[in-house]
């Protein structure tokens, strides 16, 4: 069993920075592939970034690369998503989420967290 919490979301202007951490528990956690999900109002929720494992590999959205960066410190077991110019569409709720499989797709992800609320407006 993992069990996860997201935090450091909030509003912010566009151009603007945010980093969302996520902290997990639970034996398995240390192995597990970590994704970054968010789902804006009325639209499915979509993949944002992924890490594996150890944090060797990571995988991003066409629409966020060069502009966030996930990374994770094993000691404090945690996962974060750094967040540079920030535009309104980035504006979703977002979800961390542990599962076995290094991968974009939702369904191979087991543990979600309950979301963290990113708006970024003017």
């Known amino acids: 069993q993992v069990h996860l919490v997201e935090s450091g979301g909030g509003l912010v202007q566009p151009g603007g920075s945010l980093r969302l951490s996520c902290a997990g528990s639970g034996r398995t956690f240390s192995n597990s592939a970590m994704g970054w999900f968010r789902q804006a109002p009325g639209q499915e929720r979509e993949f944002v970034a992924a890490i594996n494992w150890n944090g060797a590999n990571t995988l991003y959205a066409d629409s966020v690369k060069g502009r966030f960066t996930i990374s994770r410190d094993k000691a404090k077991n945690t996962v974060y998503v750094q967040m540079n110019s920030l535009k309104p569409e980035d504006t979703a709720i977002y979800y961390c989420?542990?599962?076995?499989?290094?991968?974009?797709?939702?369904?191979?992800?087991?543990?979600w967290g309950q979301g963290t609320q990113v708006t970024v407006s003017s």
């Open positions: 989420a542990a599962g076995a499989v290094f991968t974009t797709r939702q369904v191979s992800y087991n543990y």
